[in-house]
Nanobody, 118 residues
Framework: QVELVESGGGRVQAGGSLRLSCAAS????????MGWFRQAPGKEREFVAY????????RYRDSVKGRFTISRDNAKNTLYLQMNSLKPEDTAVYYC???????????WGQGTQVTVSS
């Protein structure tokens, strides 16, 4: 069983940066791939970034490539999302989740709000 808690969101101007954290509890964290997702007002939840168990493999949606970096520190049971050059379209509630099967994510956190002003 895994419990995830997101933090680090806030309000920034376009071009600014934020670093999101996802603190995990549960002894299975270090063996699970993890992902970041986001949901903007009036839109469906969308995939943002993926990282495998060791951190050696990552994937991003096209719109954030070169701006966002996903990483993890298994010793600290923490997942991160460094967001640079933020744009208003990045405004959303950001969630972390664990991939428990191929393409299946579970153990969603409560989310952290990111607001980017123009």
């Amino acid at each position: 069983q895994v419990e995830l808690v997101e933090s680090g969101g806030g309000r920034v101007q376009a071009g600014g940066s934020l670093r999101l954290s996802c603190a995990a509890s549960g002894r299975t964290f270090s063996s699970l791939p993890m992902g970041w997702f986001r949901q903007a007002p009036g839109k469906e939840r969308e995939f943002v970034a993926y990282i495998n168990w060791s951190g050696s493999s990552t994937r991003y949606r096209d719109s954030v490539k070169g701006r966002f970096t996903i990483s993890r520190d298994n010793a600290k049971n923490t997942l991160y999302l460094q967001m640079n050059s933020l744009k208003p379209e990045d405004t959303a509630v950001y969630y972390c989740a664990a991939e428990i099967a191929a393409g299946v994510y579970d153990h969603w956190g409560q989310g952290t709000q990111v607001t980017v002003s123009s």
